[in-house]
């Protein structure tokens, strides 16, 4: 049985957007997981009974306290014991859950994924990534979006590794391609991280690189894992979210733009963390909750944890 | 009378979309401005019959040689001295003409821009800048998108007052909004060259800076010059310009997203050296041309490259 932490207070639309994602991550006979639903007892069972949701599934866990979203992340995880975050941490470091997944806030999550669960041996510095949408219907991944702003080409080598595990066991490509976003086409293009890091990635043998990849290609089916520090990919991830916005705005009704509402896909796992943690968009609705929960089951299925692991005992040894 | 010379052998459609471009310039009544046609003379003349242009408003200056794109850029331009780039750079050193464009080897012209014009004092490093659409129809600015990969604090300060100049002279905004690219909105946010420029720019008395703009304002109307490294600007540039490749291929018709065709808007000068340069994209056409020349004649009313050299004059005394 397969133990996933679920806050019920994170996110904008919190207990009800969480509570429907389970309903619906049930509705497709998940008889292997067992949920546990961590916030304020009373508002999860005033809207339970209105949604079709196995009884023996799911465990509540009071939490009477909340982080909200704009407080100081390591302050109100320290001050706040008894919030969702924290117990949720305090509930994976101590084995009593094998996944944690929050849509509040982000600081506190990544601050509880960084110190109260820590880095794999060997991993300088976890990333966070986001999907990139394909024509094709594909998924490519990108990383870092943002948790690292300033890398050295040791980091990026790392991301490369971290998410073609991501995207080999969990987006189920057989031999995922990574390419290094940059400027131009050739080797030696490129600022001096980019030309640092391209001999790594040609070097490293657990990777597929195909070499660089453009701004143009990142939407296009080029690499699977397009890798760069977080500044570039924040900056990319964020501009891809607004195009959505504005194919919105302008009512403009495509296949592949509606790939562009990011929150859907509901946040990628935080990669080189010891266990499973998933950090979901503020504003996630009923499908976001439902595809953390299936990723995190994912995750605890593939043991993708450990395929970390043990890739870089390889690198260090 | 404006002296502007044109490369007619630059791009992917020579010489006869710029001959179009030319026709288009001309068909506005622009009586002011006298073009030097420069490229092969018998190529040139061969399909000037078939166009509309008024006798007197051009010379033909033969060059017997082309720079192809794929060739080196400083070795061309040296060994090629009787290309159309070599002879243009040439005449525009010597005043025989008040401004250069050409849509050829982008490298080159990069080089001839940088050594044979050579930058205003005080200016560290010229930019590239290129326009970012906005929904209510206006052009916003990003700076740098490609010539600069690693850049300081001061030269993405330098960049602020080059864009400023050009969004208010050329743009014809009144006092254009400036917003530093970055990952998060509040001061203290992104990575050690965005911390280290917001102060910079916080005190810059020249410009009219507005805080952090993040990717997902970046097409959005809230500042008018977005400045950032050329890493990230070029990342930025040919994803958006994928857009619009997208759209294409989708088939979606929006007036929005047509603006997205970047190839129309012809390229922004090269900002920060001693007279006019402008490089156009490759694939120009005859849209480009008009508006490369139009912005050329703009820049030489307007005296940029002195309101510039005014600026950077202050700044050092």
Do not use: W
């Not at 094998?98 to 849509?103: K, T, V």
């Not at 594909?138 to 300033?150: E, I, P, Q, S």
């Amino acid at each position: 049985m397969i133990r996933i932490g679920l806050d019920m207070m994170g996110g904008d639309f919190a207990p009800l957007e969480a509570v429907k994602g389970v309903e619906a991550f049930f509705a497709d006979k998940q008889e292997n997981v067992h949920l546990l639903l961590i916030g304020d007892e009373a508002k999860i069972k005033e809207i339970l009974p209105d949604f079709n949701i196995p009884a023996n599934a799911y465990s509540i866990i009071h939490a009477p306290q909340v982080i909200e979203m704009h407080e100081h992340p390591t302050k109100a995880l320290k001050e706040k014991q008894q919030s969702s975050i924290a117990i949720g941490f305090h509930l994976l470091a101590s084995d009593k859950m094998d996944a944690f997944i929050s849509a509040g806030n982000t600081g506190a999550m990544m601050v509880g994924a960084l110190f109260s669960i820590k880095a794999i041996e060997g991993v300088l510095r976890p990333t966070i990534g986001a999907y990139m949408p394909r024509e094709n219907g594909t998924l490519g991944l990108l990383v870092d979006v943002g948790l690292n702003a300033d890398c050295k080409p040791e980091n990026l080598n790392q991301f490369a590794v971290l998410g073609s595990l991501f995207a080999k066991h969990i987006l189920k490509f057989d031999d995922p391609r990574v390419g290094l976003v940059n400027i131009g086409e050739e080797e030696g293009k490129g600022n001096i991280l980019a030309q640092a890091t391209f001999p790594l990635l040609k070097e490293n043998k657990q990777i597929n690189f195909i070499g660089n990849i453009e701004g143009r290609d990142i939407l296009l089916d080029k690499a699977d894992v397009l890798v760069c520090e977080g500044f570039t990919g924040n900056v990319v991830l964020k501009l891809a979210e607004s195009i959505h916005d504005i194919t919105k705005r302008r009512n403009i009704h495509d296949e592949h733009f509606d790939r562009f509402d990011f929150e859907k896909y509901g946040g990628v796992p935080v990669l080189g963390v010891a266990k499973p943690v998933i950090i979901g968009h503020g504003i996630s609705h009923a499908t976001a909750f439902k595809n953390m929960i299936r990723i995190a089951a994912l995750m605890k299925e593939t043991d993708l944890t450990g395929k970390i692991r043990e890739s870089f005992l390889v690198t260090a040894s």
